[in-house]
């Protein structure tokens, strides 16, 4: 799974865990005499967290084996506030707190904002890893166009002056793409209209060679082997 992927759903997952919260609020202040108990604990807050701080160390490529919770959490608190993001308290201080009714209002206050500045730094690292996937793409596809045009130019020394206009088209679209299969090959006969096409090959009422390819298991045989042969003659 790509890293861009993986904040977006910690980042998520942090959102859902306020929507819970406030869901089981509603729930309350709506039917008297329930209590749904919320979902945003302290215990929840602190298991994301130290997800969110291994998967960075992971991306990172840093050593997870001697990291305790402890260690998590501080990393996940740092990199928060080195993203600028105001943090509502002190990793000692992430506890569930016995008393009344405004310590435990104060408490949920806090979790929330946790999980907002946790949500927020998940988006963060998720628009940061997008950007180098996209880079790291670009490369890759770079780097893919430099080999095909260095194939092209080392069929391009290579090529054999053909006596058949069929074997000068298949070598054509060889040229233009050493990768090209059979079928592609056959494709590119049909747009360019390509005369000496065997008479054979376009019996049973097909009028296009890449559907007497895909129909006509002797014809598909027959193609299989001319292509294979203009290709082993580019490769020299």
Not at 9 to 20: E, F, G, N, V, W
Not at 39 to 64: F, K, N, P, S, W
Not at 100 to 123: F, H, I, K, P, W
């Amino acid at each position: 799974m790509a890293d861009s992927v993986v904040w977006r759903k910690l980042s998520k997952k942090s959102r859902k865990s306020q929507a819970d919260r406030f869901n089981a609020g509603e729930v309350n202040a709506s039917m008297p005499g329930t209590v749904v108990e919320p979902l945003l604990t302290a215990g929840a807050v602190e298991e994301l967290m130290r997800q969110c701080a291994a998967e960075l160390m992971r991306q990172r490529g840093a050593e997870l084996a001697t990291a305790d919770d402890s260690d998590l959490l501080g990393i996940w608190f740092k990199e928060l506030k080195e993203n600028g993001i105001p943090i509502p308290m002190s990793g000692q201080d992430i506890k569930v707190m016995p008393g009344s009714e405004a310590e435990r209002n104060c408490q949920v206050g806090l979790l929330d904002g946790l999980c907002e500045a946790t949500a927020t730094l998940g988006d963060i690292l998720a628009t940061e890893a997008e950007e180098r996937e996209e880079k790291q793409r670009a490369l890759e596809t770079e780097a893919a166009q430099a080999e095909l045009e260095k194939q092209r130019k080392a069929a391009g020394a290579r090529r054999k002056v053909y006596h058949s206009a069929l074997n000068r088209h298949i070598q054509n679209c060889l040229l233009n793409d050493p990768t090209a299969s059979a079928l592609q090959v056959c494709r590119y006969l049909d747009e360019q209209d390509v005369r000496g096409i065997p008479p054979t090959w376009l019996e049973n009422g097909n009028r296009e060679l890449s559907a007497a390819y895909r129909n006509d298991p002797k014809v598909r045989a027959c193609i299989d082997a001319r292509v294979s042969k203009v290709r082993r003659d580019l490769k020299g």
